[in-house]
Structures are given as structure tokens and as C-alpha cells.
């Protein structure tokens, strides 16, 4: 990691500095999620491992952000890209790249190792539960670090959709 980046993750995390300090139940949470935002990395990944990951969550919406990738085409999908162009120095969004990721329930980011910009994102989408694969991403970008032990893209979708399978099927045997 370089300068710039160090210093952008310090102000990315002092910026973030009050997200997500408040309690929630991760059962409600996931059983209620409306929005989705889901982060690619650059990889090979197919519409049906995405959709292993997102079908679980039966969500209104999802947005899946592609960084450093071509895009994928899902329907029903809102699909946006990330370039180095949308980067500032310190290597975090500019204010118009980050006005459009908000008001999400919940933002899967997929990078391993975990990413800035991408992690960062994660932090000011308003989503009460922010999940990376990386079990090394600093809070307060996330708050859930799941570590699949999986290195390919389609296997931490399949691990992440059944975690989130198990805790709405979970919810819904308890109520």
C-alpha cells in the first residue's frame, strides 16, 4: 500500500467514523432487506453464481458494481461500473460516484483482498450491513467479515447465499 492509499484510508475511516456503531439483530436485518449492492472485482463470475448469492434476500432491487471489470448484464439488475477516472488521488470515489450508491439495506463487496474504493463505498451506502470476504477488512467499512475460505468469485457467492439462506430461513423459523 503507498502513501496516497494510507492516507486515504485514514480519511475514509474518520469520515466513516460514526457508520454503523448502532446494534441490529442480523436475522431481522437479512430477512428485510429491500435493497441489495453487490461489488465485483475483476473475475470470472456467471449470472447464475450471482444469483446464488442475491436469491436468498428476495430483494426489491439490486445494484451490482462492477469495478475494474466489463460489466454483466442481469436482468432486472441496475448495473454500474467504477473507473480509475471516478478515483481521486488518495484513491477513494469522487462525490459524483458516490451519489449514486445510497439508501441500500445491505452492500456485499466481493474483492479479496479488500479494495478502497469498492470498501468505501460499502461504508457510505447507508446499508445497515456492509459484508466482505476479506476476514482482514478494517471496520468501519464493514461490519460482518466473512470468510469463505474460497477463492474464487463463484464459490464466495455460493458460500455468502447460503449464510444468507440460513439466517432468513432462520428468522422465519423463529417467528
Not at 503507498?2 to 454503523?20: D, H, M, P, S
Not at 478494517?138 to 449464510?163: H, I, M, Q, V, W
Request: charged share 25%; with cysteine; glycine share 8%.
Amino acid at each position: 500500500m503507498n502513501i496516497l492509499e494510507k492516507l486515504g484510508t485514514a480519511f475514509a475511516r474518520w469520515r466513516l467514523r460514526k457508520v454503523g456503531q448502532e446494534s441490529f439483530d442480523l436475522h431481522e436485518v437479512v430477512s428485510s432487506v429491500r435493497r441489495v449492492l453487490v461489488v465485483l472485482p475483476p473475475g470470472d463470475l456467471t449470472v447464475e453464481e450471482l444469483d446464488l448469492l442475491v436469491s436468498p434476500l428476495s430483494p426489491e432491487g439490486v445494484t451490482l458494481l462492477c469495478v475494474g471489470r466489463p460489466s454483466i448484464a442481469v436482468d432486472g439488475w441496475e448495473v454500474r461500473e467504477l473507473s480509475h477516472e471516478d478515483l481521486t488521488l488518495l484513491r477513494l470515489p469522487r462525490k459524483e460516484a458516490l451519489k449514486e450508491f445510497g439508501g441500500y439495506d445491505l452492500a456485499v463487496d466481493l474483492h479479496l483482498p479488500y479494495f478502497l474504493p469498492s470498501a468505501y463505498i460499502c461504508g457510505t451506502s447507508g446499508a445497515s450491513l456492509r459484508v466482505s470476504t476479506d476476514p482482514e477488512a478494517p471496520f468501519p467499512f464493514f461490519n460482518l467479515r466473512y470468510s469463505t475460505g474460497a477463492e474464487s468469485l463463484g464459490d464466495r457467492c455460493r458460500s455468502l447465499g447460503k449464510l444468507f439462506m440460513s439466517l432468513a430461513w432462520g428468522r422465519r423459523a423463529c417467528s
